[in-house]
């Protein structure tokens, strides 16, 4: 069965900071890798998908992540954080033609001023 | 955003009771979903529904049945939950069952 680690749990930084927040995943096949962002009070909200091409995808609000196969690793970064980036991020995985997403715990990154 | 609704947003409900949970999708899609999430633990995938089919049901107990009468809408029917079944439910969809998925606000259930 397929897993997803995010190794950081609760991260706090300055605004301003650089951001790395790591995703693990472990299947051997094609995958369909993504990043979900949940605000406070708000719904989950796709940040950026990766399913083939350029390993290094960009996506909302300056963020950006990259895939390297060999490390079954999909961390995302982000050159420097703003306050309103505070929220809770999601690393997500499928195979690349089935319908069954799994989820990471989540990192809860608190960015203060 | 407002591509997929819940309703209720909130639901307090005893262990003998029987309600039900909403989906709505008004993005045109063709898979729906339920997940299910609490609190220090992964959004846990509980059924997935392509063209009005369920395709996955991920061994959830049978006092969780959902109904997907047409494409643009999934409900949860719940009946003799335990209080461990208090989380948070969210609903999704997607266009192909392989595609990027849209999710609700959620319902907040809690199950005295």
């Known amino acids: 069965a397929q897993s997803v680690s995010q190794h950081n749990h609760h991260v706090i930084l300055s605004e301003a900071a650089s951001l790395e927040l790591g995703c693990n995943y472990s299947?051997?096949?094609?995958?369909?890798l993504f990043w979900y962002v949940q605000y406070p009070g708000q719904h989950l909200q796709l940040l950026l998908k990766?399913?083939?091409?350029?390993?290094l995808v960009k996506g909302i609000k300056g963020f950006e992540a990259e895939f390297i196969k060999s490390k079954f690793s999909f961390n995302l970064r982000k050159p420097s954080v703003q306050w309103s980036d505070t929220a809770e991020y999601f690393c997500a995985v499928s195979q690349r033609t089935a319908s069954k997403l799994t989820f990471g715990t989540g990192t809860r990154l608190q960015v203060t001023l | 955003e407002t591509g997929v609704t819940q309703t209720p947003r909130h639901l307090v409900m005893g262990m003998t009771n029987k309600k039900s949970l909403k989906c709505e999708q008004h993005?045109?899609?063709?898979?729906m979903y339920w997940y299910k999430q609490s609190a220090k633990k992964p959004l846990e995938l509980m059924f997935v529904y392509n063209f009005k089919e369920q395709t996955e049901n991920n061994s959830v107990p049978s006092r969780f049945s959902p109904e997907c009468p047409n494409s643009s809408h999934l409900f949860l029917h719940l009946h003799t939950l335990q209080p461990e079944d208090s989380a948070l439910y969210l609903c999704?969809?997607?266009?192909?069952?392989?595609?990027?998925?849209?999710f609700g606000p959620g319902t907040r259930l809690t199950v005295t």
């Open positions: 299947y051997g096949g094609t995958v369909n």
């Open positions: 990766y399913f083939s091409g350029d390993p």
């Open positions: 993005l045109g899609h063709n898979a």
């Open positions: 999704a969809s997607s266009q192909g069952s392989s595609s990027e998925q849209y």
